[in-house]
């Protein structure tokens, strides 16, 4: 099954996060590793946030 990366750059968004191992550059890529929109919440944020151990802060 090939995947249809234009459709799912659309689901990319702008992120803010600094610590997640899916965001790149200020935007979300989750959507391009699990072809899907990422959960978020108006409580929590992100809940498929991923925290990237190898980052430096």
Do not use: W
Not at 14 to 22: A, H, I, L, W
């Amino acid at each position: 099954m090939e995947k249809n990366f234009e459709k799912l750059a659309e689901l990319c968004f702008d992120c803010g996060s600094e610590c997640c191992s899916f965001a790149h550059d200020g935007q979300c890529r989750f959507p391009l590793v699990h072809e899907r929109a990422p959960h978020i919440t108006e409580d929590d944020g992100c809940l498929d946030c991923v925290f990237d151990i190898f980052k430096e802060y």
